[in-house]
């Protein structure tokens, strides 16, 4: 029987974020994947952090000692920067007592003139009150909302208040970027304790999701698997499973598997899950050759110099 999606409410919800390709559904493999580890990881580098639902378990979980969180976009990196420099229960009282309608929604994130910790109240509002949680450009308040609660259908004080609190005990073991993932990545990829879980966005081979769902998707993918082969330690991506990424995966000589998820209109979908050592998800499928490049003219089976090492072909399925 292939393994069934993640129920996402069994796992603590951390992150303050409703984020767009968030990861809380990976969680329990990230738990696996790290009791594979010996000895345990100094750092984890999440070089695309977003809503940093990963980083934010390693440190409550005490998986790392410390967490390396990369994110380019200002109003994401308001929110960490807020975090890292000690001033989640001012976060957490703004929160509390904001009294939110669509009118004060809007009064308040047409001011411009903030610092960083208005900036990151205004990104938890907007997150919290635009369709999908997108903050993207193009994207809109929402109308109706969860059961025709309109704008406050998402918008839950005493929750976001407490997981707010709750960041201040893991604080200073973040250590926030607004930079390039690439160029941290390559950074600490000499590391022999520092362990990667990247989740980029998901443009690879011209597909559309991640230019709608970030201001930021624009990314040599081809690139990040190069700096990827350099990793001393271990690392993990996660990506949609597309053709394109698959012959990259392939021609670095990477293991793939294919994971199950519910997307955001509940709908099962596989992602694809790309490693150096993937033995460890032997419960989910690899991801082989293409048919055809598996023969020759006589249909006499050659591995090709791409495919990727499966070491329990058995177990697999084709994709
Ligand atoms: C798929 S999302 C990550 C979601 C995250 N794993 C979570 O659970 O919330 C990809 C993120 O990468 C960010 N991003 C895109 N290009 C980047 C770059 N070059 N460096 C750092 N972050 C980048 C986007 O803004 C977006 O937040």
Known sequence: ???????????PQRSPFRYPGGKTWF????????????????????????????????????LVSSAVMVELDDDIAAVWKTVVDGHTDWLAKR???????????????????????????HTI??????????????????????????????????????RFANMKTIANRIIFRQED???????????????????PPYTAGGKKAGNRLYKHCSLDHDHLFSLCESIKGDFLMTYDNANEVKAMARR??????????????????????????LSWMDKYPAVH??????RTRKTKKVLTSGSTR??????????
């Not at 029987?1 to 796992?11: C, H, Q």
């Not at 969680?27 to 934010?56: C, D, M, N």
């Not at 499966?310 to 994709?319: A, G, I, L, T």
């Open 310 to 319: 499966d070491p329990n072909p058995q177990k697999s399925r084709k994709h």
């Open 27 to 62: 969680v329990p493999t990230f738990r696996h994947w790290l009791e594979t580890i010996v000895p345990q990881p100094e750092v984890l580098v999440e070089p695309f952090a977003g809503g940093g639902i990963i980083s934010l378990t390693a440190l409550f979980e005490n």
């Open 125 to 162: 509002l907007k997150n919290r009150t635009f369709h999908g949680g997108i903050l993207a450009e193009g994207s809109g308040l929402l109308k109706y909302g969860e059961n025709g609660k309109g704008i406050r259908s998402r918008w839950y004080p005493g929750t976001l208040a407490r």
């Open 1 to 11: 029987m292939p393994p069934k999606p993640v129920n996402v409410s069994s796992i």
């Open 181 to 199: 993932g690439l160029s941290v990545l390559e950074e600490y990829a000499k590391r022999k304790n520092a362990i990667f879980f990247i989740d």
């Open 95 to 121: 929160i509390l007592e904001f009294d939110l309608t669509r009118e004060s929604v809007i009064r308040e994130i047409s001011k411009t003139d903030v610092d960083t910790k208005e900036k990151a109240f």
């Open 252 to 277: 670095h000589g990477f293991h793939m598997r294919l994971i199950p998820m519910n997307n955001t209109h509940h709908a099962t979908m596989e992602e694809l899950v790309i490693g150096k050592n």
């Open 289 to 294: 050759e293409p048919k055809g490049e598996y």
